[in-house]
């Protein structure tokens, strides 16, 4: 191995300067369809809100986290432990939003929790009242999103959450003095999480889960195998590939567009 060669400030200060910011990002929740959004519904929280103010009034969120659980081995003669991997363990992740005027943010989480323990039919305010949950399948958010993105928004890293539902909602506090913006934190449970795009468009460019792109004899290699069908929405490279996930599915290196191929409604390229 050669020696290390002194680095200029030239050469280290780019690199220092290219760094993420805490403040770009976007939630997006999605609820399964059924029984869990007439109950919204009924409590005045409609699908516009859900789909797009609730997101908004998250101030303060945190990217997910997981952890390996090992398992330690005795390798045979060898005089040394070994340590394997067996389970991936996701953690909790807990976020803050604004409670607005009209208290829809708080009435979200606390009506989805409502609705995760209140399968009874007796009247709630009933002596007789007691919980009974709902299935998982009724509750669980297989489609809600976590966005980080830069200023320029052509670099970003999307996180999409399986199975997450509000696990606690914490006491939100009240006071005569020092008035200030009502918050409500609540932590949310999930199974797992997918990190990067996972829309149909960006499996049909190659860059799906944070693959880097595809080139265009790949992509009708592709087609002509019969591997993506006609029914997905298709553009095919002119020239050269695209650059990875998160610098932007449709910007080259040089910064302009090159969606100039489509896809015809009988399957054949359209240059």
């Known amino acids: 191995m050669p020696a290390p060669r002194p680095s200029r400030i030239s050469d280290i ?12 990002f976007f939630v997006r929740f999605s609820l399964p369809s059924g029984d869990l959004r007439r109950h919204m519904r009924k409590k005045g929280i409609n699908d516009r809100f859900i789909a797009e103010n609730i997101g908004l009034l998250c101030h303060d969120a945190v990217l997910p986290g997981s952890a390996l659980a090992s398992v330690n081995t005795a390798g045979d003669y060898q005089g040394l ?12 992740i807990s976020l803050e939003f604004y409670v607005d005027n009209e208290y829809k943010s708080l009435k979200f989480l606390e009506h989805w929790m409502e609705f995760i ?15 009974k949950l709902e299935y998982p399948n009724t509750y669980k958010s297989n489609d809600t999103r976590i966005v980080k993105f830069e200023k320029n928004h052509f670099q970003f890293l999307e996180y999409r959450f399986v199975g997450l539902f509000p696990l606690s909602l914490s ?9 200030q913006v009502l918050k409500a934190t609540c932590t949310f449970s999930f199974d797992r999480y997918i990190a990067g795009e996972t829309s149909s468009l960006a499996r049909d460019l190659g860059i799906a889960f944070n693959n880097k792109s595809i080139s265009k004899s790949d992509f009708r290699n592709r087609r002509q195998t019969g591997e993506d069908l006609q029914t997905t929405l298709s553009s095919v490279f002119r020239e050269g590939a695209y650059n990875t996930l998160n610098s932007g599915p449709y910007v080259k290196a040089s910064g302009k567009t090159n969606l100039t191929s489509v896809t015809g409604s009988s399957g054949q390229i359209i240059g």
């Open 13 to 24: 200060m780019p690199k220092l300067q290219n760094v993420a910011q805490t403040s770009n």
């Open 171 to 179: 006491s939100t506090k009240v006071a005569y003095t020092n008035s």
């Open 81 to 92: 432990i070994e340590r394997f991997a067996h389970t991936r363990n996701f953690t909790e």
């Open 117 to 131: 323990t209140g399968a009874s039919p007796v009247d709630p305010s009933s002596d007789t009242y007691h919980f």
